[in-house]
């Protein structure tokens, strides 16, 4: 059975940093493409990050880029997302996602998801 784990988030002013940290077990997390994702309340959830399963390239969404930064250690099963520099609007849950099957494209929409996490809140104030 697959379960995705997240950690991390929490309560920060606007400027702050945030690192967040993501454990996957029952699959084989070296070969797996990773994502964050964030949802405000009201809105739909969306891409804000990816990884391939060997960690060499990563994506970004516009809103992010320069400011975030995630990380894939294979010996520790970890994702991580360092977050820097945080704005009000990165109010959010944040979930942690893997892809369908090994090897595959990292996620960047909900439909290239296959195992989704609880989510972590993450609050930014002004």
């Known amino acids: 059975q697959v379960q995705v784990v997240e950690s991390g988030g929490g309560l920060v002013q606007a400027g702050g940093s945030l690192r967040l940290s993501c454990t996957a077990s029952?699959?084989?997390?070296?070969?797996?493409?990773m994502a964050w994702f964030r949802q405000a309340p009201g809105k739909e959830r969306e891409g804000v990050s990816s990884i391939a399963w060997s960690g060499a390239n990563a994506y970004y969404a516009d809103s992010v880029k320069g400011r975030f930064t995630i990380s894939k250690d294979n010996r520790k099963n970890t994702l991580y997302l360092q977050m820097n520099n945080l704005k009000p609007e990165d109010t959010a849950i944040y979930y942690c996602a893997a892809a369908r099957s090994p090897y595959l494209t990292p996620p960047r929409g909900v439909g290239d998801v296959g195992y989704w996490g609880q989510g972590t809140q993450v609050t930014v104030s002004s």
């Open positions: 029952g699959l084989t997390f070296d070969v797996y493409g």
